[in-house]
């Protein structure tokens, strides 16, 4: 999954939470730097630019003579209609009575610069204080008024605004969406009041050990980049950030080809298209100003930033090998690499009978009580890797197992091992796909990624093509005697350095 700041507004509560995601401030680390030999994009299957890439169909080819039968797993087809201006406008509808709608649009916090870091989510908080039409108090009340949710998040590559409502009031929830985006005043007094709000969502988050680790692995890992900065930027940006940096952001990035509106549930298409036509003819085709640093392929940088508090109770180490972006051929290979490697909890019913070796072996010693292995994917690359938390005394032994059986990836991945996580992987595809949000966030994110739906019947196609050869040769490639990126904060005495670590992504076998 991808890293992300929300923002809610409901009939429960107009508050903001917090969701699952990665933002923190700037913190003092020692990094040390060593140059990765195999930066930049892997089998990028596109031509052209990282970024131009992004915005092309999804066609990595399926092996030879193997062909899907979509009659097998029926599932109700995605409509997309291109407007004149460029939006895109998808739909998949099925029975019911609510419905699901979003704006997905291609800028996040890689589209800034150092100076204006934070932008994209100052401006998802703004953008819900206040239109021409609405002010934040008849907005909050309509929301309320319909029953209905209404929800934003941004991310480092993506920012979406969606509505979950019931069918009648489909219309209304495209009219709030297209009225946020396209008429919010950014009125000077309420950004000044808004700083207050994000610096104490900072502070909160800053108190997630999870949320802290992932912003330092990137800052590591792509220090030379924009996906190496936060989603809600360093605190002297958050206090110096200005109504004409938000206006710029919107003029440099929000576009019609840019964006999509998706519905899902209870929705006609056709209607969907006649609202969109009316509520987003405004938005520009072209970007009015130049952004404030043109997105570039990112550097992935072997290196290690560590942050020792022996005052902490537990230790927290991410390790992170460059993957492959979503639009790489073997990004399928490197999803069933991430559940072959698996996830364990100690709170979880299995420990030592888990068929993952890496998790049975952690449970059965008692070497961590958390690990998840993750799979971070951008438009240009990727972050492969496991995070671990553990006691301090622990902790070599678990980074030993860790970087042995992410080794093994590449040696002893059998056939049988390559079936039951493209199983597991099919079931939680499915499972996720349970709700109108769900297959919305699902159409969206496809669009933006891949520029189109795939359908359940070719996504387990190229599972399903996945073997144990590919997955040890994708394994290969991404992990065997290359370097990584290393994060790790807490009680790090026995910590092993980085050289130890980078030893261990390879094996010598005679």
């Known amino acids: 999954g991808s890293a992300m700041r929300a923002t809610r507004i409901s009939s429960m509560s107009s508050s903001r939470f917090l969701s699952v995601g990665r933002a923190s401030t700037s913190r003092s680390a020692v990094h040390v730097a060593r140059r990765s030999f195999s930066a930049g994009v892997k089998d990028n299957l596109f031509d052209g630019s990282a970024m131009s890439s992004f915005q092309q169909s999804f066609c990595a080819p399926l092996p030879p003579n193997y062909k899907f039968d979509p009659a097998k797993y029926r599932t109700v087809p995605t409509v997309t209609t291109t407007m004149p201006n460029g939006m ?96 919010s005043e950014l009125k000077p007094a309420n950004i000044e009041r808004e700083r207050g709000v994000i610096l104490r969502e900072l502070d909160e988050v800053c108190k997630s050990e999870e949320e802290v680790i992932y912003d330092d692995l990137h800052g590591t890992a792509y220090q030379t980049t924009a996906l190496g900065r936060t989603i809600l930027g360093p605190v002297e940006n958050i206090q110096s950030i200005k109504r004409e940096h938000l206006v710029d952001f919107i003029k440099a990035n929000y576009t019609a080809p840019r964006m999509c509106l998706v519905g899902a549930g209870a929705v006609d298409h056709q209607q969907l298209v006649e609202l969109a036509e009316k509520g987003f003819q405004g938005l520009r085709t072209e970007p009015e100003v130049a952004p404030a640093e043109a997105p570039h392929q990112s550097i992935f940088v072997g290196s290690d930033t560590r942050y020792r508090n022996d005052d902490m109770e537990k230790a927290h180490v991410a390790l992170a090998f460059e993957g492959v972006p979503w639009s790489s051929g073997d990004s399928f290979a490197q999803m069933v690499m991430q559940a072959l490697l698996g996830n364990w909890d100690m709170h979880h019913f299995s420990g030592k009978n888990m068929a993952s070796p890496m998790c049975s072996t952690i449970a059965e010693r008692g070497l961590a009580t958390n690990i998840t292995t993750f799979n971070t994917q951008y438009s240009d690359t990727s972050l492969f890797g496991v ?62 990624t891949y520029r189109r739906r795939l359908s359940v019947a070719e996504i387990f196609a190229r599972l399903d093509a996945v073997d144990a050869p590919t997955v040890r040769r994708v394994a290969s490639e991404l992990i065997s005697d290359r370097d990584i990126a290393v994060a790790a904060r807490g009680p790090l005495a026995n910590m092993p350095d980085y050289g130890w670590l980078r030893r261990r992504t390879y094996m010598l076998r005679y």
Request: with cysteine; charged share 25%; hydrophobic share 35%.
């Open 88 to 183: 895109r406008v998808a739909s998949e509808t099925t029975p019911g009575e609510t419905a699901t709608v979003g704006v997905f649009i291609d800028a996040g916090s890689r589209y800034e610069s150092d100076i204006t870091n934070g932008t994209a989510h100052f401006l998802e908080h703004m953008n819900f204080k206040g239109t021409q039409k609405r002010t934040q108090q008849q907005l909050e009340t309509e929301i309320e008024n319909m029953g209905g949710h209404l929800n934003a998040y941004t991310s480092r590559e993506q920012t979406v605004y969606y509505a979950k409502v019931l069918k009648q009031d489909v219309p209304k929830a495209v009219d709030i969406l297209s009225d946020i985006l396209l008429n």
């Open 387 to 448: 995070y671990g938390i553990c006691d301090p005394d622990t902790i070599s032994d678990m980074c030993w197992v860790i970087m042995r059986e992410a080794a093994n990836l590449a040696h002893r991945t059998s056939d049988e091992d390559v079936a039951r996580a493209v199983a597991q992987l099919k079931a939680n595809l499915l499972f996720q796909l349970d709700g109108t949000s769900q297959i919305c966030e699902d159409i969206g994110r496809q669009l933006q």
